[in-house]
């Protein structure tokens, strides 16, 4: 059985473990993931690539899953969350949201494999590696964007677009969302929180009210 080695503790990369080692490694893992995704990480292949022995894995993680994780914590690292830059002056509200979902996103475009790994490692153990690491790089431009809105207003964009994002993925990881669809559906959802929206709630509205007085048998 692969999964676990009794007794080990997690060790990867940046928590004391030989980071020659640890590097050749994860990259291997995140070549598979790249290439062949989630299921197709099996330990002994990753030996064979990385020219360690099985032992040696699991000295320095603790579990398949583990390093799975730290994998994908390299590739976020890299390729979604570096150099995020913060606002320009004149950006609006709505572009200066979605370019932060673009720069996350698009690499996931590109490497639909990898979103479907990010998915699969943050439903289980240690997802808050990957929830505190996604609040480290995007919180503060975030943060940058919406600067000097009323603090309720920034906690409801937060609460909704977090809760809206998450939703997508996991849509695209059970097959019932292609992924070219993440990106649209965000900027409707975007819109619709920095819009002024009431010309169209107080249509809905009036036509609500306007039904209710039909009278009995009218027609649509």
Request: aromatic content about 6%; proline content about 6%.
């Amino acid at each position: 059985m692969e999964e676990v080695r009794q007794g080990s503790q997690p060790r990867g990369p940046g928590s004391g473990g030989p980071s020659r080692t640890g590097d050749a490694i994860v990259d291997v893992v995140v070549e598979i993931l790249e290439s062949d995704g989630y299921d197709a990480v099996a330990l002994r292949e990753v030996a064979r690539r990385a020219h360690v022995s099985l032992a040696t894995i699991y000295k320095m993680f603790a579990t398949r899953h583990e390093l799975i994780l730290t994998a994908v914590e390299r590739w976020m690292a890299t390729n979604c969350y570096a150099d995020l830059a913060a606002p320009a002056a004149d950006e609006s509200l709505h572009d200066g949201l979605m370019r932060v979902f673009r720069y996350v996103f698009e690499p996931w475009v590109r490497s639909p494999r990898m979103l479907e790994a990010f998915h699969r490692a943050r439903t289980g153990p240690g997802r808050d590696r990957l929830d505190l690491q996604g609040l480290n790089a995007i919180e503060p431009v975030a943060r940058a964007v919406l600067a000097g809105a009323d603090p309720a207003y920034v906690d409801d964009v937060d609460l909704v677009l977090t809760n809206v994002s998450h939703a997508l993925i996991g849509r695209f990881a059970d097959g019932a969302l292609p992924i070219t669809a993440i990106l649209p559906t965000l900027e409707r959802a975007v819109f619709r929180l920095v819009a002024d929206n009431e010309p169209e709630a107080g249509a809905a509205v009036r036509a609500r009210r306007s039904g209710l007085r039909r009278p009995a048998g009218a027609g649509p």
